[in-house]
């Protein structure tokens, strides 16, 4: 079972089969909301199963029961995404970049979701408040993201995602029985290569980036309270 990763948002008025692709659409803040639900999502560990990313292709071609597997074969070279296709209306379709279809489109999303995915243990409820969730708090949503708990305390970093596209983490350190001792904002960034392993001690938090050949000049963020 993988965690979810990903979903992007397409549009095709031509059958999504080989040789054939749909379109991707959206605007910067329809991009942000489904990327916070997917953040909601991701943190309470829901999956579609063998693959992580999911290509919704919104289309007025016929589709059996409104929702469906896209009829295209899996790509062997790249296997964590599925397409699946929603058909919609001629009205909708024409207007499916404009700023007030983006609720429709996020009811639509979220009809996939519990009509195609949603399981025992994830069931129609979880993923309706994962989306409420996001709708409503926007750019003030936490997704806990990472933390380090020692026998005395307990460091995490929890992203906002703001309409802009950029990540603004916040930084909370508790104590054994979950006092909140410090919280600060750390810097806004466009990815999260700035947020590897975390070091906490009684009076110090330092924030490593991750290890790769792009991150060996980054000098770590520290933070004393």
């Not at 020692?150 to 906002?160: G, M, N, P, Q, V």
């Not at 596209?165 to 104590?175: A, C, E, K, S």
């Not at 806004?188 to 290890?211: A, F, H, N, W």
């Amino acid at each position: 079972m993988k965690i979810i990763k990903d979903i992007r948002i397409y549009k095709s008025d031509v059958e999504n089969i080989e040789g054939s692709w749909p379109r991707s659409f959206s605007g910067r803040k329809l991009n942000a909301i489904i990327m916070r639900i997917v953040m909601k999502l991701r943190e309470n560990k829901f999956s579609f199963g063998e693959f992580d990313h999911l290509y919704i292709n919104f289309t007025t071609c016929m589709v059996d029961g409104g929702i469906a597997l896209a009829k295209r074969s899996i790509d062997r070279y790249h296997p964590w995404y599925r397409y699946y296709d929603v058909n919609v209306s001629e009205t909708l379709f024409s207007k499916l970049e404009m700023p007030e279809s983006s609720l429709e489109i996020i009811k639509l999303i979220e009809r996939v979701l519990i009509e195609k995915f949603s399981t025992k243990n994830f069931n129609e409820t979880l993923i309706h408040s994962c989306f409420a969730e996001a709708l409503e708090q926007g750019e003030d949503m936490l997704m806990k993201f990472k933390e380090k708990v020692t026998s005395k305390r307990k460091a995490i970093i929890y992203l906002r995602y703001l309409d802009n596209g950029q990540f603004f983490p916040l930084l909370r350190v508790l104590d054994i029985d979950n006092n909140i001792l410090f919280e600060t904002d750390m810097p806004k960034m466009e990815e999260l290569i700035y947020l590897g392993d975390i070091q906490v001690s009684s009076k110090k938090v330092t924030v490593k980036p991750r290890k790769n050949s792009f991150t060996t000049s980054i000098q770590p963020l520290s933070f004393e309270y």
